[in-house]
Nanobody
C-alpha cells in the first residue's frame, strides 16, 4: 500500500508560478514511475508530467517548457514546478505512482496504481 499527499496548490494570476509537492509513503520498490495529472471541471483527467526512478521525464505538449517535474529521493517527495501559468492550467492536480516498474510509465491513468486526493490550482486572467 502506498499513500500520496499533495500540497502547494492555490490561486495565482496568469504568468505566475506555483510549486506542487507530493509526499509518498508506504511500500515503494527501487524502480518506479510517478506522475502528475490534472482534471478540469467537465473534462477528462489528463497526464501532465511523469518521472521514473532513473530520472527520465516525460511531459504533455501543453506544458513543455513551462512545467518541470522533479523528485527528492531522501524526502520521498515529488514536485511539479509550474511557471508561466495560464488560465487553461486551472484544474485539480493529482499525483500518482506505479510503485514497481522499470519503465517510464506513459501519461495514462491505467498505468498508475495509487493516487493522491488532489490539490486545486486556479489561474486567473
Amino acid at each position: 500500500q502506498v499513500q500520496l499527499v499533495e500540497s502547494g496548490g492555490g490561486s495565482v494570476q496568469a504568468g505566475g508560478s506555483l510549486r506542487l509537492s507530493c509526499a509518498a509513503s508506504g511500500y515503494i520498490y527501487s524502480t518506479y514511475s510517478m506522475g502528475w495529472f490534472r482534471q478540469a471541471p467537465g473534462k477528462e483527467r489528463e497526464g501532465v508530467a511523469s518521472i521514473d526512478s532513473s530520472g527520465r521525464t516525460s511531459y504533455a505538449d501543453s506544458v513543455k517548457g513551462r512545467f518541470t517535474i522533479s523528485k527528492d529521493n531522501a524526502k520521498n517527495t515529488l514536485y511539479l514546478q509550474m511557471n508561466s501559468l495560464k488560465p487553461e492550467d486551472t484544474a485539480m492536480y493529482y499525483c500518482a505512482i506505479n510503485p514497481r516498474t522499470r519503465v517510464l510509465v506513459p501519461l495514462v491513468r491505467w498505468g498508475y496504481n495509487y493516487w493522491g486526493q488532489g490539490t486545486q490550482v486556479t489561474v486567473s486572467s
